[in-house]
């Protein structure tokens, strides 16, 4: 099993900035993709950014341009700074994580998700 650990939700003015950060721990062999995905109140979960092992890189249509998603291979953390947020932005903001574990098993796992206000 692989524990995902989100940080740096909280509440924001519109325009501002957050940055986020997941670290991955537990039976790992190699984490391929890691990234995250957002639920927004009324809405199906959506991906928002992901990046590969190798640097490659993969944004929603609503965050590009504002957004930057990425990673240490080495400590297994994935980062997301969100800039220029709007209200439209405000949701839970959850952090995965696809490779392979110890046992050499498939590896798809979810953080318990962080919370992403923008209000004035």
């Known amino acids: 099993q692989v524990i995902l650990e989100e940080s740096g939700g909280g509440l924001v003015q519109p325009g501002g900035s957050l940055k986020l950060s997941c670290t991955a721990s537990?039976?790992?062999?190699?984490?391929?993709?890691m990234g995250w995905y957002r639920q927004i109140p009324g809405k199906p979960r959506e991906m928002v950014a992901r990046?590969?092992?190798?640097?490659?890189?993969e944004y929603g249509d609503s965050v590009k341009d504002r957004f930057t998603v990425s990673r240490d291979n080495a400590k297994n953390i994935v980062f997301l700074q969100m800039n220029s947020l709007k209200p439209e932005d405000t949701g839970v903001y959850y952090c995965?994580?696809?490779?392979?574990?110890?046992?050499?098993?498939?590896?798809?796992?979810w953080g318990n998700g962080t919370l992403v206000t923008v209000s004035s």
């Open positions: 995965y994580a696809g490779g392979i574990y110890s046992s050499y098993d498939l590896m798809n796992d």
């Open positions: 537990g039976s790992i062999y190699s984490i391929i993709t």
């Open positions: 990046i590969s092992r190798s640097g490659s890189t």
